[in-house]
């Protein structure tokens, strides 16, 4: 079993920025440098979207709309996820989730597919204005 949770959500301003983190947690904590991990966002009426991820080897994939502002990060030894995220905007607005792999050392095929991931976290909202 595995728990994912987020925290660092909040309300910013416009070109402010934010920094999410997610806690891995559960009986294969000890692979947990073997997930492919991801950040993902949800607004109302529109499927969920892959912000970035990154797999064990520390390679890294982004959005389009967020190359340059967010950067994922993950502390293996604290078995934690991070989203920086800088220059926000108001379409950054969402609720923003973690999500791990099944399994670890998983395909690294097309990790910004929500489809690609078993566990999530329950969300954290970010609001931009």
């Known amino acids: 079993h595995v728990q994912l949770v987020e925290s660092g959500g909040g309300s910013v301003q416009a070109g402010g920025s934010l920094r999410l983190s997610c806690a891995y947690s559960?009986?294969?904590?000890?692979?947990?440098?073997?997930?492919?991990m991801g950040w993902f966002r949800e607004t109302p009426g529109k499927s969920r979207e892959g912000v970035a991820s990154?797999?064990?080897?520390?390679?890294?994939n982004y959005a389009d709309s967020v190359k340059g502002r967010f950067t994922i990060s993950k502390d293996n030894a604290k078995k934690t996820l991070d989203l920086q995220m800088n220059s926000l905007k108001p379409e950054d607005t969402a609720m923003y989730y973690c999500?791990?792999?099944?399994?670890?050392?998983?395909?690294?095929?097309?990790?910004?597919?929500?489809?690609?991931?078993?566990?999530w976290g329950q969300g954290t909202q970010v609001t931009v204005s």
């Open positions: 999500a791990a792999d099944a399994s670890p050392y998983g395909s690294t095929f097309n990790l910004l597919n929500s489809g690609r991931y078993k566990y």
């Open positions: 559960g009986s294969t904590s000890n692979d947990y440098g073997r997930f492919n």
């Open positions: 990154i797999d064990p080897s520390g390679i890294t």
